[in-house]
């Protein structure tokens, strides 16, 4: 863990990518597990103001029910959920089948923020062969990019920090693949830091438990949904 930053906290949300790309969000524990929140927030973000958010769900770990309380702090109900639209793969080549149809679900659905979970949680199959493996991540990582490039949306990868070996060479095609990068790690006062690419460490503001439930997550209350761009208009068939 990090020492206690001095730095001002800032709100997750002045983190988020506004520009179209690949942005690799990395963080601690199993599969980046301690930087979902920061993803599910800007998610919440998006859904508040009328977006359609795709969610690949890379290790089956995707709790809607985290995201309502913060769509209860910018004033949009529960039923905002319904523009989010979840896919799960339970093995690599699912996985890969779905990303690789990205391009013409995003067509269809006109969302510019898809959030691909754990993407790598999917390789650690040991019935996969490695050159298998490894020409399938390197399929992702390009398939990725084709829905970038076509759709002019942001892809948001969320995946672990640590690892040696075939994971340090997974990092690296991700970060090949990616416009940007940003860490997340837990503080020793427990509340999560952030930092983009090689920057400073930065503090999140005081994280808070949410009524009726055990999970802390970083409070939404002052945050601002400006500089999100309109939905855009859908045309008649």
Do not use: Y
Request: charged share 25%.
């Amino acid at each position: 863990m990090l020492p206690l930053s001095t730095r001002q906290p800032r709100a997750a949300a002045e983190f988020r990518p506004r520009q179209p790309g690949v942005h690799l969000l990395v963080g601690d524990g199993r599969h980046g597990r301690r930087a979902r929140p920061v993803a599910e927030a800007w998610v919440a973000l998006a859904l508040a103001s009328g977006h359609v958010v795709h969610w690949i769900d890379g290790a089956c770990r995707l709790d809607p029910a985290r995201i309502s309380p913060w769509l209860a702090q910018l004033g949009v109900g529960p039923r905002a959920l319904a523009s989010l639209r979840v896919a799960r793969g339970f093995t690599a080549h699912q996985f890969g089948a779905m990303v690789s149809r990205l391009p013409d679900e995003l067509r269809e659905s006109g969302s510019r923020l898809v959030v691909v979970d754990a993407p790598m949680a999917m390789f650690d199959d040991e019935e996969l062969r490695a050159r298998e493996g490894r020409d399938m991540v390197r399929h992702l990582c390009a398939d990725l990019q084709r829905a970038v490039g076509i759709n002019e949306c942001i892809v948001v990868v969320i995946h672990g920090r640590h690892g040696k070996g075939v994971h340090a060479w997974r990092t690296q095609r991700l970060m090949h693949a990616s416009r940007s990068r940003l860490e997340v790690v837990t503080g020793t006062d427990g509340g999560l830091q952030l930092r983009r690419g090689d920057g400073p460490w930065r503090p999140l503001r005081p994280l808070r438990p949410t009524s009726g439930s055990r999970h802390r997550q970083p409070t939404l209350a002052k945050w601002s949904t400006k500089g999100l761009q309109p939905p855009p208009e859908r045309r008649e068939q």
